[in-house]
C-alpha cells in the first residue's frame, strides 16, 4: 500500500509509524520550511504516546520531566499544594524522538498541498511547487486549518472559542532562584473568571532533563475579542499570521497591554515568569467534527474536529486515531478496494471518543468562564 500523509507534525509522524509497522509504503508532506518552532510546547504524557514510545525503544522517562506536586497559586496568601505525580515532555522532545526512528520514511519539506484528486482506484495529490503523487491511500493530518479537509468538503467550519492562549518557553536558567523555588517540580495554576495560567517544567531544547537545563514552559489563557484577533495577528515585521504568532513577534503595543494586565490580574510571581519570556500567542478555534472516513482518503487529529487544550489530549488523540487506522487497514493489499466497513467502524468510534473530549474540553472552559464571559484583554480598550 502507498500511502501519502498531509502534515508532518505529531500526528502525522505517528500516522507514518503506524503505517509504516503493516507494511505501507509512507511519504509524509509537510507544508512548513523546517521544524524549528515550538508548535504548543508543553505536553502532558498520555497512555496513546507512551504507548507509540514503548514501541519505539524509548521510555517515558526519557523523554519527560517528573513532577511530583500540583499547586494552585492565589494574588495572596500561601500556595495551595497536594501530590499529583505527572509526566511532562514538550513538541520538539516528543517530534526529535518520533521522527529520528522514522528510517527511510519520505518527508518533504515546503509542501502546501494544493488539489486532491480521489479515483475510484487511487489518490493523486498536487503541490504549490508543481510536485504530484499519487498513492493507495491518503491521511489528512494537516491539523485545524487542514487544506485535506477543505479540499474534500468545501468548508471551512473554524470557529473562534472567544479566547486565545499566549505561551512562554524559557530557559529554566532564566528564572530568579525564588522563581524557581517555587515553580521546580510542580504543576502551578491560577485562574480567575476569563483568565487561567498553568506553567511546568519540560525537557531542554535537545531533550535535555537535568535540573538547570531543562525549560519552563507557560501558557495564558485569557478572553479576548474577535475584532481584535486581527491587530494580535499582525507581527511586528507586519507579517499576518492565521493560527499562531511565533516567539518574539508579539507587537510593542500588544506586549505592553499583555504585560499591564498580568501587572494588574496574576500572581506576582507569573507576571515575572510573563516578563521575562518570548511570548507566542494561538488563538483557540473549535472546529466540530465531520465524516473522517471518506473513500480512500481518512482525517486525523486536528484535522478531523479539534479539542480544547485543557482536555491535555490534542496529541493522543491524534496518536490513537492513528494506531486504531493502521488497524482497519492491516492486511489490506491494493489493488483491492479499501476496507470500506472497517474504515466505517473505526471513523464512529473515534468520531464518539472526539465528540466525548471536545464536550470534556468545552465544559473545563466554562469553569473559568473562557470563552463565556467579556473581554480581559482588549488592545482597543486599553489604549481607550
Not at 484528486?117 to 489518490?123: H, K, P
Not at 518557553?169 to 528564572?175: K, R, T
Not at 518570548?278 to 478531523?304: E, H, N, Y
Not at 482497519?328 to 465528540?355: D, F, I, K, N, V
Request: hydrophobic share 40%; net charge negative.
Amino acid at each position: 500500500m502507498r500511502a501519502l500523509i498531509i502534515g508532518g507534525s505529531l500526528g502525522g509522524l505517528a500516522a507514518a509509524h503506524e503505517l509504516t509497522a503493516i507494511g505501507a509504503d509512507v511519504t509524509v508532506y509537510e507544508r512548513s520550511v523546517d521544524r524549528t518552532q515550538p508548535r504548543g510546547a508543553g505536553i502532558v504524557m498520555q497512555p496513546e504516546v507512551e504507548s507509540l514510545l514503548a514501541r519505539l525503544g524509548r521510555s517515558v522517562p526519557s523523554v519527560c520531566v517528573k513532577l511530583t506536586e500540583r499547586q494552585q497559586l492565589h494574588r495572596g496568601g500561601a500556595p495551595t499544594r497536594y501530590a499529583a505525580p505527572q509526566w511532562m515532555t514538550a513538541w520538539d522532545t516528543l517530534y526529535d524522538a518520533l521522527r529520528g526512528p522514522l528510517g527511510s520514511v519520505r518527508l518533504r519539506l515546503n509542501s502546501k498541498l494544493d488539489h486532491l484528486d480521489v479515483q475510484t482506484a487511487s489518490v493523486a495529490a498536487t503541490f504549490g511547487d508543481g510536485h504530484d503523487a499519487t498513492g493507495d491511500f491518503l491521511v489528512g493530518a494537516d491539523g485545524v486549518g487542514s487544506t485535506t479537509r477543505t479540499l474534500l468538503t468545501g468548508r471551512n467550519d473554524l470557529t473562534y472559542s472567544g479566547y486565545v492562549a499566549y505561551r512562554g518557553l524559557e530557559p529554566e536558567s532564566a528564572l530568579s532562584p525564588a522563581l524557581h523555588e517555587l515553580l521546580s517540580e510542580r504543576f502551578t495554576m491560577f485562574a480567575v473568571p476569563g483568565l487561567q495560567m498553568l506553567c511546568y517544567l519540560v525537557p531542554g531544547p535537545d531533550g535535555e532533563r537535568e535540573p538547570g537545563s531543562r525549560r519552563i514552559n507557560w501558557v495564558l489563557y485569557v478572553n479576548t475579542r474577535e475584532e481584535d484577533l486581527p491587530s494580535l495577528l499582525t507581527g511586528r515585521t507586519g507579517r499576518r499570521y492565521d493560527q499562531f504568532l511565533p516567539p518574539g513577534e508579539l507587537t510593542t503595543d500588544s506586549e505592553t497591554t499583555l504585560r499591564d494586565l498580568a501587572d494588574r490580574e496574576l500572581p506576582e510571581p507569573m507576571a515575572e515568569l510573563l516578563a521575562l519570556s518570548k511570548v507566542f500567542l494561538q488563538p483557540v478555534f473549535d472546529l466540530p467534527p465531520s465524516s473522517m472516513s471518506m473513500g480512500r482518503v481518512a482525517l486525523i487529529g486536528d484535522a478531523a474536529g479539534t479539542v480544547r487544550p485543557h482536555t491535555a489530549s490534542g496529541t493522543s488523540k491524534a496518536m490513537g486515531d492513528a494506531a486504531a487506522l493502521a488497524q482497519a487497514l492491516h492486511g489490506w493489499e491494493p489493488p483491492a478496494p479499501p476496507p470500506s466497513g472497517y474504515l466505517q467502524t473505526w471513523a464512529a468510534s473515534r468520531t464518539t471518543h472526539l465528540r466525548l473530549v471536545a464536550g470534556m474540553g468545552v465544559r473545563l472552559a466554562a469553569q473559568s468562564s473562557l470563552g463565556t464571559a467579556g473581554p480581559r484583554f482588549s488592545p482597543s480598550r486599553e489604549s481607550a
